[in-house]
């Protein structure tokens, strides 16, 4: 099907601030200054438009959540860190959009009173920061960020914040120690960012592709951006396929669409017609789907959910049957122990020993007794930490185990198992 | 020490934050492109310079991955074996390179050239599999490509 492209459009040099003029640029940030900033929020929130960093909290509510009357700045925080494996379509907006993104966060600030927004990308994309500095700075010189923003009277300031490698910044309580200048730890909530954010001051915290969807709203109007795609989860969604497919990439797609038609169609299917084992739909903490599970299953929110997983950032992983699942999963644990930030110690810990059970059914020596073991390993991580990083490496580990437990069966050792004692294979 | 042009940019970009403290990671970036790792010498006089205690500074070091706590090649090579790239059989690109430069991950050749690193995911998974080199991305790898750009370099 063909849908006029939204977040990612067709259109040469888009990247440059005359070009993005010229078609309309910023005509919706100006369109937002003579609307109420209630009437802004308003919009949004209508229009269904819901987190695209991997919750799909409904984005206008979240604004709402944000004192009128504050004696405090506030403060918008814009979650660049995209880290979590499989996703990288935060990146192609960076790289081809900016300016609507930018244009989506002064729209956001207006509507929420924010003094300064902090863009927060990941250390690692040096390359894309670049990119996007120079938009930031082209469009402070036309007068679209800072004091009195196209002679309306509304401030606001735009800072890119360079991180340094930790997936965990990607936590919003996380970022926001980070931007304060500490070491990423989450934090307990409540008190939450809206009441009691970055630097005591209320925040909000939006994904880099849910507010490049803003100007969209506003320029078709929360009715006409609510009948795209499912209409719980309406809009354009950014799906990345990476994998085992033809054309690996990112896809701007209405949201609903079949995962079959998505991987068949758009990313070009399988090498060598190979039969699909697993997918992960949606970033690799999201629950892993078998192969002959997906039959029906849609991108969306709900869709997700009544599978058994999630949409997570909509990155796409797709597996052909011969891939090794349990490498895959060792591989995914091992990711997640690594960046597990050492608060919390179900987290800490049981990241560490699911690696190590994990490491046994890899090298052929697990015990049959091991595939419970790792199961009660992870279940009692889930639930039991600050953040949901202990959630994202407890279900690609549970629901491995749910769907593929006979690829757990057949890499045991043959009795009598040849591994170490548990108690001290485990410390 | 820090440049005059970064103790300049560093009392700018406080005026852009609430408390100083926000320009630790900013001003850390700054010490490792101009001296490409983070020595005591540097944790002190970016506390001296933001007002915060040293210990503080280090702490945030220790924190963030991409900071070398010790002096790197001149390239530092981070190839990502995650799962997307893993999939894509980033083990083989891994094991050429640790071949032709005769280095484990973790280690740097004898003359300072080359450090070699396992990275985790760095969001180029449609292009996999791939490594990162300094600041640039090297995507859609193969043996070949791999050679021209490692010939390149040496």
């Not at chain 1, 679209?144 to 965990?168: C, P």
């Not at chain 1, 997700?304 to 997570?312: F, Y």
């Not at chain 1, 690594?338 to 020596?365: A, V």
């Not at chain 1, 549970?398 to 548990?422: D, H, N, T, W, Y």
Request: net charge negative.
């Amino acid at each position: 099907m063909s849908m006029e492209r939204l977040i990612l459009p067709d259109i040469p040099e888009y990247h440059l601030l005359d070009v993005y003029e010229s078609r309309g640029g910023y005509q919706m940030l100006r369109k937002a200054l003579g609307m109420k900033p209630e009437e802004v929020t308003e919009e949004v929130k209508k229009s269904g438009l819901r987190g695209r960093g991997g919750a799909c909290f409904p984005t206008g509510l979240k604004w709402t959540f944000m004192p009128k009357q504050s004696d405090k700045p506030k403060f918008l925080c814009v979650n660049g860190d995209e880290s979590e494996p499989g996703t990288f379509k935060d990146r192609q907006i960076f790289e081809f959009n900016p300016h609507q993104m930018i244009e989506g966060i002064l729209i956001a600030a207006y509507a929420m009173g924010i003094a300064t927004a902090y863009l927060y990308i990941r250390g690692e994309y040096a390359t894309w920061i670049r990119m996007v500095r120079k938009a930031v700075d082209d469009a402070y010189a036309k007068g679209y960020v800072g004091r009195d923003i196209m002679g309306s009277g509304f401030s606001t300031e735009l800072v890119i914040h360079r991180g340094a490698g930790a997936y965990i910044c990607g936590e919003e309580s996380s970022l926001m120690n980070s931007l304060e200048g500490q070491r990423g730890y989450p934090r307990v909530k409540p008190p939450f960012p809206a009441q009691n954010g970055v630097w005591g001051c209320p925040t909000t915290i939006n994904n880099v592709e849910t507010i490049a969807n803003v100007p969209v709203i506003l320029r078709l109007g929360w009715e006409a951006y609510s009948k795209i795609g499912h209409p719980r989860h309406p809009g354009p969604i950014l799906v990345g396929v990476s994998g085992h497919v033809n054309k690996p990439g990112v896809f701007e797609l209405p949201t609903g669409l079949l995962l079959t038609e998505i991987i068949g169609n758009y990313a070009g299917g399988v090498p060598g017609n190979k039969r699909i084992k697993a997918v992960i739909p949606g970033g690799s903490s999201t629950m892993i789907l078998r192969g002959d599970q997906i039959a029906g299953v849609t991108m969306d929110a709900d869709g997700l959910k009544a599978a058994g997983s999630s949409v997570g950032t909509a990155g796409m992983i797709v597996m052909d049957e011969d891939t090794d699942l349990i490498r895959v999963i060792t591989r995914i644990t091992a990711f997640y122990h690594h960046e597990s930030c050492g608060q919390c110690t179900p987290c800490r810990e049981g990241t560490g020993w699911m690696h190590k059970i994990l490491q046994r059914f890899e090298q052929g020596h697990a015990a049959a007794s091991d595939i419970d073991l790792l199961l009660n390993v992870a279940n009692n991580i889930e639930g039991n930490t600050i953040c949901a990083l202990g959630d994202a490496a407890a279900w690609p580990v549970q629901s491995m185990i749910k769907r593929f437990r006979e690829e757990f069966e057949k890499r045991v050792a043959p009795a009598p198992a040849m591994g170490p004692p548990l108690a001290e294979a485990v410390h | 020490m820090l440049s005059e042009k970064s103790l300049n940019a560093i009392e700018e970009l406080k005026k852009k934050y609430r408390h100083p403290q926000s320009v630790v990671l900013p001003a850390l970036w700054m010490w490792q492109e101009e001296h490409g790792w983070i020595s005591e010498e540097g944790m002190k006089q970016i506390a001296e310079v933001l007002g915060i205690p040293v210990h503080h500074v280090f702490g945030v070091v220790s924190f963030y991955t991409m900071f070398n706590r010790k002096p790197v090649g001149k390239y530092k090579i981070e190839v990502c074996t995650n799962v997307s790239c893993m999939l894509k059989n980033s083990d083989r690109i891994l094991k050429h390179i640790e071949d032709r430069l005769q280095i484990k991950p973790g280690e740097t050749t004898p003359e300072g050239k080359f450090t070699l690193v396992e990275a985790e995911c760095l969001g180029s998974c449609g292009t996999a599999p791939m490594m990162q080199i300094g600041d640039r991305y090297y995507e859609d790898l193969d043996e070949a490509k791999l050679d021209r750009i490692l010939s390149s370099l040496e």
